[in-house]
């Protein structure tokens, strides 16, 4: 491999409408988050391989002979339906990852060498790869899922299966098509390793930005589609998708006429906002489809607390933010967890600061952003912040 080192980003993500709607076989949009996941590829001459973690203090290295030892013997690597169990199991048993362990640094060093051994099978290469987000892990925002997609892009380029579409006169470039679908299904394998049987909504919206449809266990991108400023809160309630997930389901079993007519309602308001964002790309934004899209979060976080998964602070955000003409609603599994604020294009800067104030006396996290942001991006480190580049380099 040539001596190289480069940097790639991929965004976080959001459902703006269907939560839990989507295991049921109805339409939801997803949403690339404008917080966004950075890595640094550097190639090196070190005879090991390193990742580097700053959000979680973690730097681990390994020696490529000891990682070529674990190949042996393993079938063929590069497929990309099923993950290799059998190398999974090596690498459980070298990194002393237990099966039932679920942390994120654990979580996050198995994709890594998966992916790593997978993509340089034939010929193991000394790189050290850095990787640092804006997004908060374990909130529903598809942390691991950038992570993912960051490290697919950053290996299969270095590797050469995949081009560095950058020039010397570009700051940030995007790959083709064909090079992203490539990038989209080795980070869903990074996202069967971290989850376990992940929809492929979160690494898709990594991967292509912008606003996907889910429908059915099929996935499809909207085109020309407008960004939208919003706040994001996370109300830092912990809480478990799985829990969150069975309890609608268990709702639905016993009130099926009550809760059914609920999820079809959810998946009309995903099918109106859709039609509402298409429009507001070919004709551009008027001030009724902000209304528009204002009423669709008030519908659907009612929705959201019949089908149960409400909780106290999201309705202190939506109060908080009601108060000063703001509309939100819940994102992701609910229960605490992350929620949206929509802002309009002359929502005051006043209003703003004094509703992520109030917020974040109430103890919430809060940050000013938008959605629609582009997918997976190869950047030129004059396109990076110092502060990035500074965290980058913290090893």
Request: aromatic share 6%; hydrophobic share 40%; charged share 15%.
């Amino acid at each position: 491999m040539q001596t190289l080192e480069f940097f790639v980003s991929a965004p976080g993500k959001v459902i703006l409408h269907g939560e839990h709607s989507v295991v049921h076989g109805q339409v939801a949009l997803a949403v690339s988050l404008n917080l966004r996941t950075f890595l640094q590829l550097q190639s090196t001459s070190s005879g090991e391989v390193h990742i580097n973690l700053p959000n979680i203090d973690t730097f681990l290295s390994w020696e490529i002979t000891a990682l070529q030892s674990l190949l042996a013997g393993c079938k063929e690597q590069g497929g990309l339906k099923e993950l290799d169990a059998d190398l999974l199991k090596r690498l459980r048993e070298f990194t002393r990852i237990s099966e039932d362990s679920t942390d994120t640094r654990s979580m996050a060093v198995l994709a890594f060498l998966y992916m790593y051994l997978s993509v340089f099978a034939e010929s193991l290469a000394s790189i050290t790869v850095s990787v640092w987000s804006e997004l908060p892990t374990g909130a529903g925002l598809g942390s691991s899922a950038a992570y993912n997609v960051c490290l697919s892009a950053a290996l299969l380029s270095a590797r050469g299966n995949i081009s560095n579409p950058l020039t010397p006169q570009q700051e940030s470039a995007r790959w083709s098509k064909e090079e992203m679908e490539l990038i989209n299904r080795w980070a869903f394998m990074g996202e069967k390793i971290i989850h376990g049987n992940p929809s492929g909504v979160d690494n898709a919206v990594g991967t292509w930005g912008g606003f996907l449809r889910y429908h059915a266990g099929n996935i499809s991108p909207l085109s020309w589609v407008p960004v939208l400023r919003i706040l994001l809160t996370n109300t830092k309630v912990p809480r478990s998708t799985k829990v969150l997930v069975s309890g609608v389901k268990d709702k639905i079993n016993k009130f099926p006429s009550v809760l059914k007519p609920v999820l079809e309602s959810v998946s009309a308001v995903s099918c109106v906002c859709e039609q509402t964002l298409t429009e507001m790309a070919e004709r551009g934004p008027s001030a009724e489809h902000y209304n528009i899209l204002e009423e669709l979060i008030d519908i659907n976080q009612h929705h959201l607390n019949v089908m149960g998964v409400g909780h106290s602070s999201l309705d202190t955000l939506c109060r908080v933010t009601l108060a000063r003409g703001l509309h939100s609603k819940l994102t992701g599994a609910g229960g605490g967890g992350c929620g949206i604020t929509l802002l309009r294009p002359e929502t005051d800067t006043s209003v703003i600061q004094s509703t992520v104030e109030e917020l974040k006396a109430c103890g919430f996290d809060c940050w000013e952003t938008s959605i629609g942001a582009p997918g997976v991006q190869q950047h030129s480190s004059a396109a990076l912040s110092q502060h990035i580049l500074k965290i980058l380099s913290s090893y």
